[in-house]
Structures are given as C-alpha cells and as structure tokens.
C-alpha cells in the first residue's frame, strides 16, 4: 500500500498563488506516476497534472498549461504543484494519486492510479 497526504491548500484572491504538496509513504515502489486530480462541487473530477519519478516526464491539462507546474523531490518521496494565476475556476478539493505507467492508460486516466489522497481545498475568490 501507498499512503499519501496533501497539503498547502487554502483560500486565495483571484491572480494569486498556492504550492500543493503530497508526500507518499509506505510501498512507493509501487508507483512510478504521481498526478493530481481535482473535483469542483456538482462536478465530475477531472485531471491537472501527472509526472514520472524517472525522466521527469510531465502532463498537464490544457487550461493550466503555463500557470501550473508539478515537480518532485524523489528523495523525500514528494510531488510539488505549484499553482499560480489562479482563477474562480480552479476552486476544488485537489487530490494527489499514485500510479504505474503500464503504457496502457493515459497518465490523464484516474484508471491509472492506484492510490489516492484525502484532498485539500483549494479556494479562489474573485
């Protein structure tokens, strides 16, 4: 098993920014993608980002390309976002996930992902 837990979320105006971590525990090896997903209120969740711990391979979502960035510290287990430019839209609960590039999924598919956070709430007032 994979544990992880997230943190950094919280409230924001409009244009600012916030830095998401997840750390995992436990069996990491077992994962070798870390992603983050986010689900609004009455909506479905939906992909952000997703890196491999080897080769630094990243994905990203089309409306955070160029405002989000994820990145990893392989030594202390953790994987990075850093959000900034926020807009009203990008309030949701952020979840991080741990998975295994297999070549059969998308990094962008939650079917890839074995594991999952708890979330933390990311609030953007206009």
């Known amino acids: 098993q994979v544990q992880l837990v997230e943190s950094g979320g919280g409230l924001v105006q409009a244009g600012g920014s916030l830095r998401l971590s997840c750390t995992a525990s436990g069996r990491t090896i077992l994962n070798n993608i870390m992603g983050w997903f986010r689900q609004a209120p009455g909506k479905e969740r939906e992909f952000v980002a997703a890196i491999r711990w080897s080769a630094s391979r990243t994905v990203y979502k089309d409306s955070v390309k160029g405002r989000f960035t994820i990145s990893k510290d392989n030594a202390k287990d953790t994987v990075y976002l850093q959000m900034n430019s926020l807009k009203p839209d990008d309030t949701a609960v952020y979840h991080c996930?741990?998975?295994?590039?297999?070549?059969?999924?998308?990094?962008?598919?939650?079917?890839?992902?074995?594991?999952w956070g708890q979330g933390t709430q990311v609030t953007v007032s206009s």
């Open positions: 996930a741990a998975g295994w590039d297999s070549g059969v999924y998308l990094y962008s598919a939650p079917e890839a992902y074995a594991f």
